[in-house]
């Protein structure tokens, strides 16, 4: 069974991660997917708001983007449009163990953050 909902409109950011705990050694990364999402949670899939991203702790902000072959903005700049409600952001470690803190925002909506972990091998 599978339902499908009209959304709202858009109300907040949510994000995720697909890992929550990399490698301190400068390289490993983790992707932080960003959704734009009504009052009631769904993704609202016609959201194209600004989303800006500030990375601090133990890892920096390296890449942005949003799947829209359209869209020429930089992949290295510190935000993107959402595409269809959604857009994504990666995080590198530094070399030094700590959280790394993500935080979105977009004007209007209200902003989400969640942290990764960066470990010693």
Same mark, same amino acid.
């Given at each position: 069974t599978?339902?499908?909902?009209?959304?709202?409109?858009?109300?907040?950011?949510?994000?995720?991660?697909?890992?929550?705990?990399?490698?301190?050694d400068?390289q490993?990364?983790?992707?932080?997917?960003v959704?734009v999402?009504?009052?009631?949670?769904?993704v609202v899939?016609?959201?194209?708001?600004?989303?800006? +991203?500030e990375v601090t702790?133990a890892?920096?902000?390296?890449?942005?983007?949003?799947?829209?072959?359209?869209?020429?903005?930089?992949f290295?700049?510190?935000?993107?449009h959402? +595409?269809?409600?959604?857009?994504?952001?990666?995080?590198?470690?530094?070399h030094?163990?700590?959280?790394i803190?993500?935080?979105a925002?977009?004007?209007?909506?209200?902003?989400?953050?969640i942290?990764?972990?960066?470990?010693?091998?």
């Amino acid at each position: 069974t599978r339902e499908i909902v009209t959304t709202g409109a858009p109300a907040a950011l949510r994000l995720s991660v697909d890992r929550s705990k990399i490698i301190a050694d400068g390289q490993d990364v983790s992707h932080v997917k960003v959704e734009v999402v009504d009052a009631d949670g769904n993704v609202v899939p016609i959201a194209d708001n600004l989303v800006q +991203f500030e990375v601090t702790g133990a890892g920096q902000l390296i890449g942005v983007s949003n799947g829209n072959p359209r869209d020429h903005d930089s992949f290295q700049a510190p935000q993107r449009h959402a +595409f269809n409600g959604l857009c994504l952001a990666i995080v590198q470690s530094n070399h030094q163990p700590g959280q790394i803190r993500i935080r979105a925002k977009a004007e209007g909506l209200t902003p989400s953050e969640i942290v990764v972990s960066a470990e010693s091998n």
